[in-house]
């Protein structure tokens, strides 16, 4: 089996045209230039598998932080969607009311007009009935003063009268 063995690595060793065989008794892989060559580039691949390690363990750090995140920012972002909607609507059933608080102010306007004008007749029927009130007064005062002077003009002969009766 030894022989075979040999035999295997001398056939490598032939056909090693990198120096990357790694047999014992090739020349090429024995070159210290070739063997030089061969660290620095051992170094380059585990200086790239580091990086991808290190960019790996970034990458995930960063997922942990952005994608929440991320997903804060649609929630509040589908939110502030809704109140801008939610006042939009709002603002939209406050002018169709205005429209029709402003129809029911033209109304009441014409309506206190009216008022207006009912009030000027009120106070003018007011001020006939003050009117007739002092001239009642001045009639009641009259008729007061003529039943002064009747009481004056009967009770005087009435009194010798009575002094003539018996009951």
């Known amino acids: 089996m030894s022989s ?10 032939a056909s090693c ?8 008794d090739c020349e090429k892989c024995q070159d210290p230039a070739i063997a030089e060559k061969k660290s620095m580039e051992e ?17 995930r750090r960063w997922e942990m932080i952005v994608y929440p ?15 801008i909607f939610s006042l939009t609507e709002d603002a939209h ?12 102010m033209t109304v009441i306007s014409e309506s ?10 009120q106070t003018e029927a007011m001020q006939k ?4 009130m002092n001239a009642m007064n001045q009639s009641i005062n009259k008729m007061s003063h003529d039943m002064a002077v009747m009481n004056y003009s009967v009770s005087r002969p009435m009194n010798k009268i009575n002094s003539f009766m018996p009951w």
């Open 69 to 83: 995140s991320l997903f804060a920012f649609i929630l509040l972002a589908g939110y502030g969607f809704y109140l």
């Open 93 to 104: 059933q406050m002018a169709k009311n205005m429209q029709t608080i402003s129809e029911n």
């Open 17 to 24: 045209d990198d120096g990357d065989c790694g047999a014992p």
């Open 129 to 132: 009935m003050v009117n007739n």
């Open 4 to 13: 075979n063995d040999s035999a295997t690595d001398k056939d490598i060793a």
């Open 43 to 59: 170094c380059m691949g585990r200086s790239m598998e580091t990086l991808s390690k290190t960019f790996t363990a970034s990458a």
């Open 112 to 121: 206190m007009i009216l008022v207006s004008q009912n009030t000027n007749n």
